[in-house]
């Protein structure tokens, strides 16, 4: 079993700093409407264009910065784990995701 995670570690390797960037960018599009409905609630009682100017600064740079500095966090998360287990905790990771989003689909 040891293995066969280590073959599929070699396999994803070459590719975790762009899984990182795909794992943050699914979690921002799962949460996204979240953030953006709070963030919606918030500045509710402000005015129409300071509503608008910090929406559009949460979308452009909230966001990116969400990613850029999201990624190298965690791919440095997964380092933490056994050379053998962190193509493994990529795999666990996506289906988590993938399984969370289509609960609260259904909620």
Request: charged letters at 10%; glycine letters at 6%; one cysteine or more.
């Amino acid at each position: 079993m040891v293995e066969i995670l280590a073959q599929l570690t070699r396999w994803l390797a070459p590719y975790f700093s762009q899984m990182s960037l795909m794992l943050i960018a699914t979690l921002l599009v799962v949460f996204g409407d979240l953030i953006n409905n709070y963030v919606k609630q918030v500045l509710r009682p402000c005015h129409f264009i300071i509503r608008v100017s910090l929406f559009v600064l949460l979308c452009a740079f909230g966001y990116g910065a969400l990613t850029l500095y999201g990624a190298p966090l965690v791919l440095h998360l997964v380092r933490f784990f056994p050379g053998y287990l962190q193509g493994a905790v990529f795999v666990s990771a996506f289906i988590a995701i993938g399984v969370f989003a289509e609960r609260r689909r259904y909620i």
